[in-house]
């Protein structure tokens, strides 16, 4: 089984709402990351954990707060976001180790920020 | 400091047709892994192939080949007798360590 869930698949949300998005994988994997793409853009890195650790914030806005529950889990809390916050998110996981593994992404979560 | 190239933005072609995608990158590391990935409208990117810096073989599975040179820092993708089904936006990326980064995709069409 090679599937990563997220849900919700859309969401709306004002600028003061606070709302989360969740991520699931069952594949016994170790590191999972948040990407955030734009339309026409390639996906942008924002956060990485490695066995339940955060090891990397490409220097994201406090406004959004990831967690990783267990490792199977990853959410990505939201709060007083900006119009310019809308795009896909999307979830991936992979093996982690000294080799390179791919990962495996989730359809993504369309979010618009009115 | 790393970097992916995919020159090509958009490419069109009609069903049948063979049709390369090219990817180059940069890199001053010697351990590295080069990625295609695929991403239909439906937004979820679909992993094809992995190569690491020391494996120059190429490879082909089914319709699909890459072909991987080190000397000239190219990773390409042909899909040989493209299909409707191959639409979609095609992203190679680079990682090194923890790091991935995308190249800006092509968004390839096929015309029936």
């Known amino acids: 089984d090679t599937e990563v869930t997220q849900t919700p698949k859309h969401l709306v949300m004002g600028m003061t709402n606070k709302k989360s998005l969740k991520c699931e994988q069952h594949m016994g994997h170790r590191a999972m990351y948040w990407y955030k793409q734009k339309a026409k853009k390639p996906p942008e890195l924002m956060f990485v954990y490695s066995y339940e650790k955060l090891s990397i914030n490409e220097s994201v806005p406090s406004r959004f707060s990831p967690e990783c529950p267990n490792s199977s889990l990853l959410n990505l809390h939201l709060h007083a976001l900006q119009p310019e916050d809308s795009a896909l998110y999307l979830c991936a996981s992979s093996q982690y180790g000294r080799e390179s593994y791919e990962q495996y992404f989730g359809p993504g979560t369309r979010l618009t920020v009115t | 400091a790393q970097k992916v190239t995919q020159a090509q933005t958009e490419i069109s072609v009609v069903e049948k047709e063979d049709v390369t995608l090219d990817c180059v990158y940069e890199?001053?590391?010697?351990?590295?892994?080069l990625f295609w990935y695929k991403q239909p409208p439906s937004g979820e990117l679909v992993f094809l192939i992995r190569?690491?810096?020391?494996?120059?073989q190429n490879e082909i599975s089914g319709r699909y080949s890459w072909n991987f040179q080190k000397s000239t820092s190219s990773f390409n993708f042909t899909i040989t007798a493209s299909q409707v089904v191959d639409s979609a936006v095609y992203f190679c990326?680079?990682?090194?360590?923890?790091?991935?980064?995308f190249g800006k995709g092509t968004r390839l069409h096929i015309l029936p």
């Open positions: 190569r690491n810096s020391f494996d120059e």
């Open positions: 890199t001053r590391d010697t351990t590295y892994y």
């Open positions: 990326a680079l990682r090194v360590n923890d790091k991935i980064i």
